[in-house]
């Protein structure tokens, strides 16, 4: 017997560690070590829960496993992780792993709509779900999976229950009242588990659309229309090289080829502690922030060198298996810019707006017309520094900029090819 205490003290730590937001291997771990000591005896444990990420579907915690493996997974869409594979998680591919995940006690259960099934660990229960195996080779004695859903208008992406495994080595497995123990705890648990999940799925989401630092201030509560701050940036636009012919003559190469120049564009921009704001079709949109001019504008080069020889590589290899190439052209200027909400009441956008932005995207524009691949401003090129990577192209009018101004690009040793 359990002592009710022991319950409600359970269910009591584990409501304060959901709004603590404890990640969710200290989630587990916890939940586990408590229900141990008071009388659930728990020797494995397996959570899954589904996310809403471009990459991964969901993550999986072990606790009570071999050491080796991570207490935290996280899967991707093509296929199994090991953890999630003991969960009996489903797959798109390989076709092994859709089978397998057929035969798991939780696509039963889904089939069936049932939210507990308990399996002593048997060789009948062995020919009915294979996952069950290793398991009883590692010495458990029963099996008991838990679904705990969520109510419609809970569910987000495919975020709609929290799958569990909780499995002993006991002789004679779980008792009656380990298992109703276990029915009065594990909706909490759940319960933990889905807000954590949500707070990590908003980040995501944030810096996924938004952009890194504009996700951050978001989240951190800059939210209100027409609150912006003025910073000193530098600022990057690019695009690619006869898009258009390329959307005209193979429109369905447009999506394929989009995504592999941003992969490898974006990290790099990343890497060099710039910020993407907006993909604009074939254009990038990004901003170094300039507290110290001179390490920005580096910082800028660096990208844009480390960028024209990805591009390079990537032109290479779609060559080779017979898809379209393009090239980057890319603008810098430095400038100040206004930088937070702009928009209506009903949808706003966290973004730079100011004349350096506009002089920005003139500049790249030139880049056909001088036939250079990058163009920097004068005001770029004065700062300390960074004239000596230079070399000046000429003086040139710009759209919407009341002065002609001189222009420059990398110098051969800087470009990158």
């Not at 076709?95 to 939210?115: C, D, I, K, Y």
């Not at 707070?199 to 609150?227: F, H, K, Q």
């Amino acid at each position: 017997m359990i002592a009710e205490d022991a319950i409600d003290a359970l269910n009591a730590w584990l409501a304060k560690a959901g709004l603590r937001g404890e990640p969710e291997a200290a989630l587990a771990s916890g939940f586990c070590e408590r229900a141990v000591a008071a009388g659930v005896p728990i020797s494995r444990a397996l959570v899954f829960i589904d996310t809403l990420h471009p990459i991964y579907e969901g993550r999986v915690v072990r606790w009570g496993h071999d050491p080796s493996q991570p207490a935290v997974e996280e899967y991707g869409r093509t296929g199994l992780p090991p953890g999630a594979a003991d969960l009996g998680v489903p797959g798109s591919e390989p076709t092994e792993a859709a089978a397998r995940w057929r035969r798991s006690p939780f696509f039963r259960m889904l089939q069936t709509g049932e939210s507990l099934l308990r399996l002593p660990l048997t060789a009948q229960s062995e020919s009915e779900f294979p996952i069950l195996r290793d398991f009883r080779a590692a010495g458990m004695t029963d099996y008991v999976a838990v679904i705990n859903r969520f109510a419609p208008e809970g569910v987000i992406g495919e975020m709609d229950c929290l799958y569990s495994a909780w499995m002993t080595d006991r002789a004679g497995g779980f008792a009656d009242a380990h298992i109703a123990a276990l029915t009065r705890v594990v909706p909490m648990l759940a319960l933990a588990f889905k807000a954590v999940a949500l707070a990590r799925m908003t980040g995501t989401l944030m810096e996924t659309y938004l952009g890194r630092d504009a996700g951050r201030r978001v989240l951190g509560g800059r939210i209100m229309r027409g609150v912006a701050d003025r910073i000193d940036a530098v600022i990057w636009f690019s695009d690619l090289r006869g898009f258009t012919r390329i959307t005209d003559s193979a429109p369905e190469a447009i999506i394929p080829l989009l995504n592999d120049y941003a992969e490898v564009v974006v990290p790099l921009i990343y890497a060099q502690g710039g910020d993407v704001l907006k993909l604009i079709g074939d254009g990038i949109l990004a901003i170094f922030a300039a507290a110290d001019r001179a390490r920005a504008c580096a910082a800028a080069l660096a990208a844009a060198s480390a960028a024209r020889s990805a591009v390079a590589a990537l032109n290479l290899r779609r060559g080779g298996e017979g898809l379209p190439v393009t090239d980057m052209y890319l603008g810098l200027h430095v400038g100040e810019v206004f930088y937070g909400n702009v928009g209506s009441t009903e949808r706003l956008d966290f973004t730079v707006v100011g004349p350096a932005v506009n002089e920005t995207s003139r500049i790249a524009a030139m880049c056909r017309s001088v036939e250079q691949p990058v163009l920097v401003s004068q005001a770029f090129a004065e700062v300390e520094g960074i004239r000596r990577r230079l070399v000046s192209v000429g003086r040139y009018a710009l759209r919407g900029v009341a002065q002609p101004q001189e222009l420059f690009t990398l110098d051969a040793s800087e470009a990158g090819d």
